[in-house]
Each structure stands twice: as C-alpha cells, then as structure tokens.
C-alpha cells in the first residue's frame, strides 16, 4: 500500500540546493515538485547535478517541459563538454494518459536497468489525466498503479522526482487526483514566485530535513517552449547538439 507522508503544518521555506541534495543521495525515494513552470528549469538543473557525478537520468515528459538548451548552457557555465552530459540524459513522450501509464510502470523501470541508472524523472504525469475522454474511475485507476510502480522504483533504490504545475481544473472532481498523487510522496515542494519574481521553495509534506549544505541556485533564462519532442513510447537518448544546433520534431 503506497503511505502517506507525514504532514508538516508550517510549510518550510528551503534552499534549492537542499532538495537537490536530498534527492540524489541516498538512493530510494519519490519525492512531488510543484508550482509555475519554474519547475521545469529547477529540475532539470537538479538533473545535470546528477549527471556531473557520472549518473544517468531517465525523463518521461507528458507536458513537453523538456529543455534540451538548459543542460547545455549548464554545462557551458561550468566550463564542462555539453556533449558529455547529453549523452547521458533520456528522454520519452506520453501523450495521454495510457501512454504515461505504460511509460511509467513498464518501460521507465526496465530502461533503468539497462542504462544501470537509479534517476529517474517524471514531468506533467496528471496533465494527460485531465482529458474527459477517460473516465475519472479509469485515470483514478491508472493513478494508484503508477504510484504502486513508483513505491516498487523506490524500494529498489530508484529516486523518482515528480514535477507537475500547480493544478485547478475543471471539471473540479478531478482536482482530486493531485491529491491523490501527493499521498504517495516521500516529500512534497512547492515553488513560489514573490512579489518581487524570486523563486521561493516550501516543503510542504515530508520527512524531517536534515542539515545540507545549500548548492548553487537555479536559474529560469530557459523558455518552457523550447521543449524537445521525442516520440512516445520508447525512451531515447537524447542527440548531441552543437550551439548552432535547434530542436526539431524529427528526433
């Protein structure tokens, strides 16, 4: 049964370097990021952290958030190859929700085995929910398979991030999937931007913080347009891009 994180009454106002930290080490863990589309940039940035200590990351994007141009211009601000770090970043698409559910609870898994990678990243998992033409009993149904798949991804030493926009839809029934899928995250953060356009981040359910040191801050130059589009159904490796290199629909 997949549990309930334990509440935090106050959320906590954290560095971004602390969730950065805490999600890569130790292994084993499924953790929700949420809020405007700052998320996206933020995550990504936690995924080239990843990457610089020689990890593989495994992305399934169901909202096309997908940057290729971030990794690279981290790369290139840390005087690193920006090809090295592409190769070593996946991708796949889902564009409704039994492709997410396939991509999550059958591929994902398997695919991490074969890359021999214990990071994994899922993006707009509930956008594809939404849509009317599968009944709220069914996406409710897909719903607590793919988060019994996350649990089995976590007890075997995976950390899945899961990064979704805040979400109010209609119609409101529907709202009740988020809170469904918090149910089944070791912690939840939320990305707030102040008055002032800075990002600010709560943990708002979880386990007790431990002491890190805070890492570098993120950055959100990045436009969420620019997003790859892969496929859906198989997870790729993303190609190398030069600088003069643009995203296409053919990869």
Do not use: W
């Amino acid at each position: 049964m997949v549990g309930r994180p334990v509440t935090i009454q106050t959320p906590v106002s954290v560095p971004a370097g602390t969730l950065t930290q805490s999600f890569t080490k130790p292994p084993g863990k499924v953790y929700l990021l949420y809020g405007d589309d700052r998320v996206f940039p933020l995550s990504l940035t936690m995924a080239a952290h990843a990457m610089t200590t020689g990890s593989s990351v495994a992305v399934v994007d169901g909202c096309n958030q997908f940057n290729v141009h971030l990794i690279s211009r981290f790369a290139r601000e840390r005087k690193m190859n920006p090809d090295k770090l592409l190769r070593q970043i996946f991708i796949s698409r889902g564009f409704t929700c039994y492709q997410m559910e396939q991509a999550v609870t059958n591929r994902l898994p398997a695919f991490l085995r074969t890359i021999h990678s214990s990071t994994a990243m899922v993006f707009g998992l509930l956008d594809t929910f939404f849509d009317e033409q599968a009944s709220l009993r069914e996406v409710q149904q897909i719903l607590q398979r793919v988060l019994v798949s996350l649990n089995t991804l976590k007890t075997n030493g995976v950390s899945v991030l899961v990064v979704c926009h805040s979400y109010n839809v209609l119609p409101e029934e529907r709202n009740r999937l988020f809170a469904t899928l918090k149910t089944g995250m070791d912690r939840v953060y939320r990305l707030e931007v102040d008055e002032e356009n800075r990002s600010k981040l709560f943990l708002e359910e979880g386990r007790p913080l431990a002491t890190v040191k805070r890492l570098d801050s993120f950055t959100t130059r990045c436009s969420h347009s620019e997003g790859v589009p892969l496929p859906a159904g198989r997870l790729k490796n993303l190609p190398v891009l030069s600088d003069s290199s643009r995203p296409s629909n053919n990869y």
